[in-house]
């Protein structure tokens, strides 16, 4: 299975300042279609994950242009320019160009 | 918009076997450009991708390993819901489950989650 390794594992944040969550994987998400299959997820207290970033660059629909990824091959970023109140919760990044099974990181816990 | 809906007993006892189901809104469980899967959440395991079914001439199941053997995903068309079976569970299959849609590598859509706790 395709191991991915998130850092940090906590990440304090002041408002208003950048955020960037590093994920990597123990093989390269490049699939033979020539896709990147690397998503982002949010997940606040008490809530279901939600997709932010796909194809480790795209934005879902209604995702704040202050969120961002980018990152090839193994290693991946997510960017959030500008920390607000709301962005609060645990980021993962997953995988879905090696499958079964789809793996996930450890997640990254923001707090302000 | 699609929306997936978990629901299931929330109490199961070890040995026991966990069923659960998800019900589907706006797509269908016999799409052909989709796939319906399971994933769990728990403190200790953290998120877990556990099996998957989808149709392409033919119903298709993919299962993880950690759970192969004691997992069965089945469609139900006449109700367009899908639904997860996990055979003799302990305590450490207590987790958050959802179910989520995948379209060929883009899980878009997930439920809100149902939290199963296995304990006597």
């Known amino acids: 299975d395709v191991v991915m390794t998130q850092s940090p594992l906590s990440l304090p944040v002041t408002l208003g300042q950048p955020a960037s969550i590093s994920c990597r994987s123990s093989q390269s998400l490049v699939h033979s279609d020539g896709n990147t299959y690397l998503n982002w997820f949010q997940q606040r207290p008490g809530q279901s994950p939600r997709r932010l970033i796909y194809?480790?660059?795209t934005r879902d629909s209604g995702v704040p242009d202050r969120f961002s990824g980018s990152g090839s091959g193994t290693d991946f970023t997510l960017k959030i320019s500008r920390v607000e109140a709301e962005d609060v919760g645990v980021y993962y990044c997953?995988?879905?160009?090696?499958?079964?099974?789809?793996?996930f990181g450890q997640g990254t816990k923001l707090e302000i | 918009q699609v929306q997936l809906k978990e629901s299931g007993p929330g109490l199961v006892r070890p040995s026991q076997t966990l069923s659960l189901t998800c019900a589907i809104s706006?797509?269908?469980?016999?799409?052909?450009?989709?796939?319906w899967s399971w994933i769990r959440q728990s403190p200790s395991r953290g998120f877990e991708w556990l099996g998957r079914?989808?149709?392409?001439?033919?119903?298709?199941?993919n299962y993880a390993v950690s759970v192969e053997g004691r997992i069965t995903v089945s469609p139900d068309t006449s109700k367009n819901q899908f639904s997860l079976q996990l055979r003799s569970v302990i305590p450490e299959d207590t987790a958050v489950y959802y179910c989520?849609?995948?379209?060929?590598?883009?899980?878009?859509?997930w439920g809100h989650g149902t939290t199963v706790t296995v304990s006597s």
């Open positions: 079914t989808y149709y392409r001439s033919m119903w298709i199941y």
């Open positions: 989520a849609r995948d379209r060929g590598h883009d899980m878009d859509v």
């Open positions: 997953m995988q879905t160009t090696h499958s079964p099974p789809y793996t």
């Open positions: 706006g797509d269908s469980v016999s799409s052909n450009t989709a796939a």
């Open positions: 194809q480790a660059s």
